[in-house]
């Protein structure tokens, strides 16, 4: 053994020590720190053990508050429920059962990254939204950012794609305005935020259509292609994967930009939307990550999907197309603009009605094209 050996012995009221020089040498101008040093440690009634004592025992509350008040840090959700539609490719279920997508892509990383274990819960949208509504799950993948929504809900700052709405049709249909769409059956999926928007619109120009509510884009398409709807409306994102494959073709009509984004419930715990920021963001700053590798998987590009000038150009003829057909149509009222305002809210199509429709629709009408079959599912955001 080496180095000190202290032998401690009480004398009277004083504490001894002997201290033992096992040959290794020690200097001994360090000899009285030493001595007090031991002193107050082995005689706590010395005025150096009290105030190591007291010292002892500031640490120990320190260590004990630190643990209370660090605990909550510690106690974020190491599962998450996550919920998923059928919005191919941002998030949606393959044929395989297994979850994918962009978003999922996006969400496994963070969730490597923070030690999260992922528990997906799928089905169609309505079903999820009520669930993030509810609080039945802890995040929600793809879902639009809204002002009335951001109300409602959490939402990560950073936008995972730009999206936007378009209508498609058949091949020849002369649909290439929203004015064309007069008395058109319009197939729409009750509260989507692109189905929504195009109801607003038609009744705020007036133009009157007959709405055929389906479940996803798959159906909307399909009833195009089958005839059972003039028109239908879907995603920029999903429509330029799939149209081709049902032999329908935009007619040019584009409107709602928005951002496609995460959502947890309101009261939810901040972190876990914190946590996707940080991590989205760091993945936008770079070329190599996998985020660009999951562009390049779903969509065959390498860059941030933006919203396109033409797109722009397009929004923006939408847009004063609108503004015209008001002022013509207010001007020519012959009551005035009161008397328009009653019209148009006897005419708008509003979310519920559609739901109305769509249950009045659903026994009756082909769920698929003929020769093509429903596999996922896919809907909207």
Known sequence: MSGLRLTPTRRLSMVLRNLVDNGIGFDMRFHDRLFEFFQG????LTPLGARLRSKAAALLVAALLLAVFAAPAHAEPRTLRVGVGSNPPIAFRDSSGEMNGIAIDVLKYAAEQEGWRLEFVHDDWQAIYGMLERGEI?????????????ERFQFSRQTLLSN??????????KIQSLLAL???RVALIPGATHSDELSKLVANLGVPIVPVPADNYEQVLAMVAAGDADAGVVSRVFGTLHSA???VES?????NPISVRYAAPLEANPVIIRALDRHLEALLDRSDTVYFE??????????????????????MGTAGTLALAIFFRVSASPSGPDTHRGTARKRRIVPGNLRASR????????????????????ATS
């Open 41 to 44: 440690l082995l005689h706590p």
């Open 138 to 150: 802890d995040l929600l993948t793809g879902i639009a950012y809204t002002a009335e929504r951001a």
């Open 164 to 173: 936007w709405g378009v209508v498609y049709a058949t091949p020849g249909s």
């Open 182 to 184: 007069k008395d058109k």
């Open 245 to 247: 494959a049902y032999q």
């Open 251 to 255: 007619t040019g009509i584009v409107f």
């Open 294 to 315: 999951s562009l390049d998987r779903w969509l065959g590009i390498g860059q941030v999907a933006t919203l396109p000038t033409w797109v722009a150009w397009a929004l």
């Open 359 to 378: 249950r009045r629709h659903r026994a009756g009408r082909p769920r698929t094209a003929a020769g093509l079959r429903s596999t996922s599912g896919f």
